[in-house]
Structure formats: structure tokens, C-alpha cells
């Protein structure tokens, strides 16, 4: 028997079949779409993936939720503002029972309809209509004011009406949990009363500062009581407002009180806004703690510190406050959640770095004053230490300034031995190690400068302080040696420009800073320390040379060859010592002083010649090195050969071929037969002294020679070099004849080029200019494969 199911359930059931089969032709007309563009494609993968075989969503329409929530608030948004119109501006056109009436009905209204709202399940519309409820309770207070107490102070009456609003919010907020709105708003009511009141009262700023404390109390209760998000936010900022502010007038007080009671005062209200702070941070995530208790711990310093201060100067002030700020680290010790006790030491190394800014100018001035001493060297040693500092230390020289510089090392210095094992970081426990040693470096060094020393027992004093430094830095290693190391370092460097004020402490001190760094680099054991102070001490015993050959009345070039003693010597050394970077390091430090050398004797061509010779010499040397050989030997081949092209300028030489030529055939005979028993030797090494010493001094002649004779032989014996070159595929003779070879060429033609370029119109340079770069561009990858070719070719030869 067939079942005929009723009409309705009938017609659902072909509902449902004709939407499905509407879904299955949309799923095979987005196929066939796609294999019409497959096809038509060109031939290869196609470039997007087939799509799903699944039934295509309906296009994407606003959320129903959202529709409702924007028309809501715009909804409640205009029943605002004709409220504040009607209360505003219609307000005087009615009666008082009208009035009386209108408010009543209206607040009533609003206030009871959230509760119908949420009974039948409509918590938007519930949410505007209490905005709105509240808006109208404020409006109310400000309609009462008007009309029923219009004689009651502003400021007393606010004051009063916000605190019965924030109550009568909070009780509504409480009365009807599933509103978001009440609470919030009752939290924003709450900071306003006790603020009002002290400004109708006429408070000072202490009272200011206490009602905005309280304040700041009330709202921390509030964010760790609430349950709400929204709630515990609000109250969250409110505390950061209103406690900020407080934190700011009590410091202000504390900064300008004249008294130690006016102090205590301001003392007060800082511990006060400390101890909210702290209590807000116990309960708080991680982050806020950490700045809550950072704010706490500055409270504190600034608390004590302020009524410390009291009775001293500015400068010892500072130290008061520097003591006071080993306050907040005293909760190492204690049961202190993590997070806050990160912020209280964030605290205290806030303040040392403060009073230490303070202290840096009188660092500066004692490491960077004795510069004002290169200006006037030898002048005569000064009587006291500040004289030898010169303009450049305006800073005053307080006594304070060492006092702040040892406290803070010593603060530092017990936070290294003293790092909580809840505080993982070995990172930051270094860091306190290093600090520690740089302050108390520098507390050392500004004494003498603070006492006005004599010159003498300043000097000693900086050149003991680098001994001691340099002794505990070979010793160990790690980021404590290299700290030791930097202060070692700069006040070696400052203590050299110290000994520059007079001619004895000049040599004492470099003598002394000599051996002091070569003791150091032979007793370290890091290959980078060693080397470093290998390279300074070289340096100072270059500088004892300038300042041996300035004694002996020699000149400037004159002294240059006793630089060349301290070059020798790192010859020697770099050929003795066993650890090669140590070795590199003298001889690079030799070739620097042998580089002064040369700059030094630049303005007497004779001692020049003397000085590129000596230097020859001892590059040869340092080629009897096989692995120096290859860099040192064509060093010492440019510095023979420049000896005497200035030999022979220093002679006024006019024909140098007639000396040039036969040491070249010698030089190229030794060349010949070193390539003989070495194939592989470099054209270099065999060809290129014995070819440059003959033609640059040619070409140079040549150059201004205004006959024909001298560049026309230069030039066809430039050409033979180059041809022969090129033959026997050998660089030196190439580049070297080829080079020659085209600037004879240029100096021949430079008159006729000359006249070519005056005949012709401006305009032909910049056109044959464009004219070639069109053709270059045009033709640029060819040229480019030819240019690598060519350096291919270049590369081969020897």
C-alpha cells in the first residue's frame, strides 16, 4: 500500500529535493566553467586548482549580531542627544510639575526596562537602553542642580552627585549581572569625587596629592576584587591615572620642600603611592607587576632620599639619593613575587644610573682633557692635575663625584654577590661585575682630579691604576678580563696624553706604558689580548722614539730613521715569537711606525730616499720568511726601487737613464735566471723591478722634455717591452710597457688633441660623448663577454 504523506510534510520534502538539485547544478556549471578555461589555455599545468567538488556558500552577508548591535547603538545614541536637548534646551518652556513629571516617567522608563529586556532575552537592546538609563540619571543630577539647589557651591555639588552616582550605578550594575554597562561607568563616577572635594575645599597640593592616592587605593581594590573584564580595565587605568598624578606632586614636593618636615610630607604621600603600587603589583600579570613595582621602588628612593637631602648641598644630595636607592634592592631577600622584584631592581639601577650621568662629565674631562695638549707639548709641566686638563673640564670638581662613582661600584659589586636564585640570568649578573669594575675605575681616577694633585702624583696614579688593571685582566678571562682590558686600554691612552705637558714624564711614560703592555701580551693567555697589546705596546715605543729624536733637537725628518730602530726590532720578533696572530700583530704594528717613517721624511727628498731604502731593507728581511715571502718580497722590490727614483729626483738628475739603466740590466739578469730555476715564479718578482726602474724615471723626464728624441725612444722601448710580453704571455712587461707606452703616446699628442678640441664647436664633445655611450650601451653584453675574456687571458699569465 503507498503512503501519501500529508500536503505540508509533502511540499517540504520537494523543498528540500529541488534545493539540493539547484546546489548540484551550480557545483557542475563552476566545473564545466573551469574546463572551458583549461582548454582554452595554452598547453601546460594548469595555473590554478581545480575547485572543491563541494557545494558553493551563498555570498557572504553582514552577521545578523552585528546589524543588530549598530543599529542599537545609534539608536541609543539619539535618544541621548535629545535627551541633553530636551534637558538643555526645553527644559525652561515647561512647568515644574511637567518637568518633575517628564524626568520622573522617562529615567523610570529607562532605569526598569533593561530588567523586561533581559527577562525576554534581548540583552543588546537591554545594554542601550541602560546606556541610556545612565545618561539620563547624569542628565537628572544636572536638571536638580538647576532647578532645586541653584545656590549650592558647583564643585560640592559634583562632588556629591558623582559619589551617588557611582553608588547608584554599582548597585544597579550588581542588581542586574547580565549588563556590562553600570559597573564600567560607576568606576569612571568613582574618580571623580574625592578630587572634587579637595578643589572645593581649596586643598594645597598635598591634598591634591592624597585625594588622588586614595583614589588610586580605591581603584586597586576594585581591579583585584572585580570579577568583570571591563571592570577590573577601567579600575586598572583609573589607578595608573590617578596614582601617576599623585606620584608626581609628591615628587614635585619632595624636589622644592625647604625642610625636612615640608619633605617628610611629601615623603609620606611617595610611600603612600609606593605601597598601592606594590599592592596592585602582587596580584598583577607580569608585566604590569614588573612597572608597578618599578614605580614603587622610585617612590621609595625619592620618600627617603628627599628628607635626606634636606640639609646637604646638591652635589652630596645626589649621594643621599644614590644610598637611598640600595632601598628597593633590599627585597632580594625577601618572599617577593619574581615580576615585582625585577621592577624593584629596575628601581635601584634606574637611580645609580642617574647619579652615575651625573658623575660621566668629570670622567670625560679626565680621560679626554690632556688632548688640549697637543697643542702646546713640552710646555712645562704644570703645577697641579687641572691645569694639565685644559678648557675642556667646566663640570665643577665636587668631592661628591668619586663618593657617587664608589658608591654605585659598590652597590653594583653586592648585587653580583648577592643575585637572588629566583632571578635566572648569568647574563645580568655579569653585567653588575663589569659595572662594578668600570666605576670603581673611574671613582679612582676622578680622585686626583677632585684633590688637585700635583701633576707628578697624578701621573703615577694613572700609570698605577693601568698596571693593576692590565695585571688582573692577563690573569683571567671572559667579559671581566675584557672589561678590565678597555679601562687598562683608554687610560693608557689618556695617561700618554698626560705625559705630553712635559719632556720627562713624556719618556717615563712611554717608556713605562712599553713595558707594561709588552708584559702583559707575554703573559696572557687569549690570543686577541695578546695580540692587542702587543700592537700597543709597539706604539708606545714608536712614540718614545718621535720623543727621543724631539730631545736630541733633531727634525721631524730627521727622526724618521729612529723609527726605524722600533721596526727592526718587530722583524726581529715576528720571526722569534711562536704564536703566529701574536707575530702578525708586531709586524703590523713595525709596518705602522715604519709608515710614520716615510710621512715624517716626506718634506727632505735625501732622508726620504735614506728612509724607502732602510724600509727595503727590512722588507727583505721579513721575505727570508717563507710565509711572509709572496706579500714581503714585492714590498721590499716597490720600496728599492722607490728609494731611488727619489734618490735621483733629490740629485736633479737630468739623464736618469745613465743611472737607472745598468742596475735594471743587473736586476733583470738576476730576474732571468731566478725564473730559469723557478718556472712558476711571478713576472712580478723576476721582470717588474728591473722594468720600473728605468722607465717611470724615463717617463717622467720625458713628460717634460719638450724635444722629440727622449719620448720617441721611451716610446719604441716601451713598445718592445709590451710586444715581448704579450708574446711570452708575461703581466709585468705587458702592463708595465702598455702603460708607458700609452701615456708617451697621450704626451705626444696632448697639443694636437688640444687643437682639435678649440676647432671644434662646443657642441661636438657632448655629442661624441652621447654618441659613444649609444654605442657602448647598444653593444654592452658583448663587451662585457670580451672584458671577461680578456681577464681571463690576463689571469693566466705570469
Not at 152 to 172: H, I, K
Not at 619 to 625: E, F, H, K, W
Not at 659 to 672: D, K, Q, R
Amino acid at each position: 500500500m503507498t503512503h501519501v504523506p500529508p500536503p505540508a510534510e509533502e511540499l517540504a520534502l520537494l523543498d528540500h529535493e529541488l534545493a539540493r538539485l539547484d546546489a548540484r547544478r551550480l557545483q557542475l556549471l563552476n566545473r564545466r566553467a573551469w574546463l572551458v578555461n583549461v582548454l582554452r589555455a595554452p598547453a601546460g599545468p594548469p595555473p590554478f586548482p581545480a575547485p572543491p567538488a563541494g557545494p558553493v556558500p551563498p555570498p557572504s552577508t553582514a552577521p545578523a549580531h552585528g546589524v543588530q548591535n549598530v543599529l542599537l547603538v545609534l539608536g541609543g545614541l539619539l535618544l541621548t542627544v535629545a535627551a541633553i536637548a530636551f534637558t538643555l534646551f526645553s527644559w525652561g518652556e515647561m512647568g515644574i510639575a511637567g518637568r518633575s513629571a517628564v524626568l520622573a516617567a522617562v529615567t523610570a522608563g529607562a532605569v526598569v526596562a533593561p530588567a523586561v529586556l533581559l527577562g525576554r532575552r534581548l540583552p543588546a537592546t537591554a545594554e542601550s537602553v541602560a546606556a541610556l538609563a545612565l545618561v539620563l540619571t547624569a542628565l537628572d543630577a544636572f536638571a536638580l542642580h538647576a532647578v532645586a539647589a541653584p545656590d549650592t557651591d558647583g564643585l560640592v555639588f559634583a562632588a556629591v552627585a558623582s559619589a551617588v552616582l557611582a553608588t547608584a550605578w554599582t548597585a544597579y550594575g550588581l542588581l542586574l549581572g547580565g549588563l556590562r554597562v553600570p559597573l564600567p561607568s560607576a568606576v569612571v563616577a568613582g574618580q571623580l569625587p574625592l578630587v572634587l572635594t579637595a578643589w572645593a575645599a581649596g586643598a594645597s597640593a598635598t591634598g591634591f596629592g592624597w585625594a588622588l592616592a586614595v583614589t588610586a587605593a580605591a581603584n586597586v581594590a576594585v581591579a583585584l576584587r572585580a570579577r568583570g573584564t571591563a571592570v577590573r580595565i577601567t579600575a586598572c587605568v583609573g589607578a595608573w591615572l590617578t596614582g601617576s598624578l599623585a606620584l608626581a606632586l609628591g615628587l614635585g614636593l619632595s624636589l622644592t620642600s625647604d625642610g625636612a618636615v615640608a619633605a617628610a610630607g611629601a615623603g609620606a604621600l611617595l610611600l603612600a603611592g609606593a605601597a598601592v603600587a606594590l599592592l596592585g603589583a602582587w596580584r598583577a600579570p607580569k608585566g604590569m607587576a614588573s612597572a608597578a613595582g618599578a614605580v614603587a621602588g622610585l617612590a621609595v628612593v625619592a620618600a627617603v632620599g628627599g628628607v635626606v637631602r634636606t640639609p646637604l648641598p646638591w652635589d652630596w644630595a645626589v649621594v643621599a639619593y644614590l644610598v637611598c636607592g640600595a632601598a628597593p634592592a633590599v627585597a632580594l631577600r625577601l618572599p617577593v613575587p619574581r615580576p615585582v622584584l625585577r621592577g624593584l631592581l629596575a628601581a635601584s639601577a634606574a637611580v645609580v644610573a642617574a647619579a652615575v650621568l651625573w658623575a660621566s662629565p668629570v670622567v670625560a674631562a679626565v680621560l679626554l682633557g690632556p688632548v688640549s695638549l697637543l697643542g702646546d707639548v713640552w710646555a712645562g709641566a704644570p703645577e697641579d692635575f687641572r691645569d694639565a686638563l685644559g678648557p675642556s673640564a667646566p663640570w665643577p670638581w665636587s668631592a661628591a663625584v668619586p663618593v657617587v662613582l664608589g658608591t654605585a661600584a659598590a652597590l653594583a659589586a653586592a648585587l653580583h654577590s648577592r643575585w637572588p636564585r629566583a632571578l635566572p640570568g648569568n647574563g645580568l649578573r655579569a653585567a653588575a661585575a663589569a659595572s662594578a669594575s668600570v666605576l670603581g675605575w673611574a671613582a679612582v681616577l676622578t680622585l686626583p682630579a677632585v684633590a688637585d694633585a700635583p701633576y707628578a702624583v697624578a701621573v703615577v696614579v694613572e700609570l698605577s691604576l693601568t698596571a693593576s688593571l692590565l695585571a688582573l685582566a692577563v690573569r683571567r678571562t671572559g667579559a671581566l678580563a675584557v672589561t678590565w682590558l678597555v679601562c687598562a686600554l683608554a687610560g693608557a691612552a689618556s695617561t700618554g696624553l698626560l705625559g705630553l705637558a712635559a719632556e720627562p714624564a713624556t719618556h717615563a711614560v712611554c717608556g713605562t706604558l712599553t713595558v707594561l703592555l709588552a708584559a702583559g701580551a707575554a703573559r696572557s693567555r687569549v690570543p686577541a689580548v695578546r695580540a692587542l697589546l702587543a700592537c700597543g705596546s709597539v706604539t708606545a715605543a714608536t712614540a718614545e722614539a718621535v720623543a727621543v729624536g724631539a730631545s736630541l733637537g733633531w727634525s721631524a725628518a730627521h727622526t724618521a730613521p729612529l723609527l726605524l730602530v722600533v721596526t727592526a726590532v718587530t722583524v726581529f720578533l715576528g720571526g722569534r715569537l711562536r704564536h703566529p696572530a701574536t707575530a702578525a700583530s708586531v709586524e703590523a704594528a713595525g709596518a705602522f711606525g715604519a709608515v710614520a717613517a716615510v710621512l715624517l721624511a716626506l718634506p727632505e727628498p735625501p732622508v726620504l730616499a735614506l728612509v724607502l731604502g732602510l724600509c727595503g731593507v727590512l722588507a727583505a728581511a721579513t721575505a727570508l720568511r717563507p710565509e711572509r715571502r709572496p706579500a714581503a718580497g714585492y714590498v721590499a722590490a716597490a720600496l728599492f726601487v722607490s728609494a731611488a727614483w727619489v734618490r735621483l729626483a733629490a740629485s736633479g738628475v737630468s739623464d736618469p737613464e745613465a743611472y737607472t739603466l745598468p742596475v735594471s740590466v743587473a736586476a733583470f739578469a738576476v730576474g732571468h735566471l731566478r725564473r730559469r730555476r723557478d718556472p712558476a715564479a711571478s713576472s712580478w718578482v723576476a721582470y717588474g723591478p728591473a722594468l720600473s726602474m728605468t722607465m717611470v724615471p724615463s717617463l717622467v723626464v720625458a713628460w717634460a722634455d719638450p724635444h722629440w728624441l727622449r719620448p720617441l725612444l721611451l716610446g719604441i722601448a716601451a713598445l718592445v717591452v709590451t710586444l715581448a710580453g704579450a708574446r711570452r704571455r708575461l703581466q709585468a712587461p705587458l702592463v708595465l710597457g702598455g702603460a708607458v707606452l700609452a701615456l708617451d703616446g697621450l704626451h705626444e699628442l696632448a697639443p694636437h688633441v688640444v687643437q682639435v678640441f678649440d676647432a671644434l664647436p662646443r657642441w661636438a664633445p657632448p655629442a661624441l660623448a652621447g654618441l659613444l655611450l649609444l654605442a657602448v650601451g647598444a653593444t654592452y653584453e658583448q663587451r662585457l663577454r670580451d672584458a671577461r675574456r680578456v681577464r681571463e687571458s690576463f689571469g693566466r699569465m705570469r
